[in-house]
């Protein structure tokens, strides 16, 4: 590649660039500083459809002996913007052509573009619509990847973002919950997809905190109206851990790894019919620590609200239950959420507490309404539920919380009882 070429091309044209790729058979290839570029293609899959959706296009490097050469040492040849712009858009036309000769009229091709990139280009970047026109590929058919790095210019990455929708187009942010991640980028750019760093996958295999922060991150993107991709999915436990984060679709090696021979894709749909099956199964054994602590609690729970009936009080009436050593403590709510004199902890929680949360420590007159626990109980009287582990505010400790309301001298109160979420297997 000369330089006096990427000198003259600031923002590469599709007519400029063609004579770089050449067709071989039914797969085309590009040349750029004496190496051959190739397209491989790795399927991602939507769990709930249990098939393809999509495919993401990763270049592929080869020298003058067939030899694979790192995609990072690619990236490093380039010696100036305009040559890193032309790499860039190289790349994107030669897996444009390639896809668009697959006989697939449906799944999504998604197309990785640097910040860098974006923001030293024309921020209309024409170069793309004109390839699509070009090679007949719909636009809704693309995937654009914003790979998440930081940018010195976010107006101009807005502005481009904008344009490829406008095209048709949807959008990504990659590797997001790595390096520079943050909500901001995901509030000024509205992506269609985030797809979540496999870093957070592996912290999750290891880590059971990780696990409810994946879990979290994904409701919190659902409710940004992003669609969630988990990518560096490679072991069957790490699929489950996909499985009830709820992410919409994954991408790794445990279902297949890049091909580059495109005539050999893999049209066979993955083994997510058997993971979904494994998973429910999984989910009826351990799913619900929930609804064990219903049926081993409720016998003590109602003879402590019939207690607390007959004019009991909570010291006499939870007696038996704070003896449980699962048990943390339990405390009285009137009907507007307020609680009715403090808490009764039990002598476990008391020789265990950290003395670094003792400002909370004290809950007498606390409003609990804002508690989805205590709105339930209100809603459905003389019914015992039960929450999900959630980080107990009183202590800072992982809790799920039993609760019931029941009618007393026409006043409608609530029991509640937290049980540690980590002793949740005891009975």
């Not at 067709?23 to 397209?39: P, Y």
């Not at 409710?223 to 996909?242: F, N, P």
């Not at 420590?361 to 339930?376: G, K, M, P, V």
């Not at 539920?385 to 107990?392: D, I, Q, R």
Request: proline residues 5%.
């Amino acid at each position: 590649m000369s330089h006096s070429l990427t000198d003259m091309l600031p923002a590469p044209e599709v007519d400029l660039l063609s004579p770089m790729l050449s067709q071989q058979g039914d797969m085309w290839t590009a040349d750029f500083r004496g190496l051959t570029l190739r397209t491989a293609l790795q399927p991602i899959y939507s769990i709930s459809h249990k098939r393809t959706v999509g495919y993401e296009a990763l270049i592929r490097a080869f020298d003058n002996d067939n030899s694979a050469v790192l995609p990072l040492h690619l990236f490093d040849l380039p010696s100036s913007e305009a040559e890193n712009l032309l790499l860039d858009r190289l790349c994107r036309y030669l897996h444009v052509r390639n896809y668009s000769g697959i006989k697939d009229q449906l799944n999504w091709l998604f197309l990785n573009v640097s910040p860098r990139v974006v923001t030293s280009g024309n921020h209309s970047d024409s170069f793309f619509g004109q390839l699509l026109k070009k090679t007949g590929l719909p636009a809704h058919r693309i995937v654009m990847e914003i790979v998440e790095q930081p940018t010195d210019d976010p107006a101009r990455l807005r502005d481009t973002v904008d344009y490829y929708r406008e095209l048709g187009c949807l959008t990504a942010i990659d590797d997001f919950g790595a390096g520079h991640s943050n909500f901001e980028r995901i509030w000024n750019l509205s992506p269609d997809i985030v797809k979540l760093d496999r870093s957070l996958l592996t912290r999750a295999s290891n880590d059971h905190r990780a696990r409810q922060i994946l879990n979290g991150m994904v409701a919190l993107l659902h409710q940004s109206g992003c669609l969630v991709l988990l990518e560096g999915v490679e072991t069957r436990d790490q699929v489950m851990i996909a499985i009830d984060a709820g992410v919409d679709f994954v991408q790794g090696f445990y279902f297949q790894r890049p091909c580059i021979n495109l005539g050999e894709l893999p049209h066979a749909p993955a083994d997510l019919e058997d993971l979904l099956t494994e998973y429910k199964k999984r989910k009826q054994i351990t799913q619900d620590p929930t609804r064990q602590l219903v049926n081993f609690f409720s016998g003590p729970f109602e003879r402590a609200i019939d207690r607390l009936r007959q004019g009991a009080s909570m010291q006499q009436a939870c007696t038996t239950l704070l003896e449980h050593p699962a048990v943390s403590r339990c405390y009285l709510v009137d009907d507007r959420g307020v609680q009715i004199a403090d808490t009764l902890v039990s002598d476990f929680t008391i020789r265990n507490q950290d003395p670094r949360f003792r400002p909370l420590e004290n809950t007498a007159s606390a409003d609990w309404f804002r508690q989805q626990y205590l709105r339930q109980a209100l809603d459905q009287p003389d019914n015992l539920h039960v929450t999900t582990p959630y980080l107990c505010v009183t202590g800072a400790y992982m809790c799920v919380t039993l609760s019931l309301a029941y009618n007393h001298q026409g006043t409608l109160k609530v029991l509640c009882c937290d049980i540690l979420a980590n002793a949740t297997q005891t009975p």
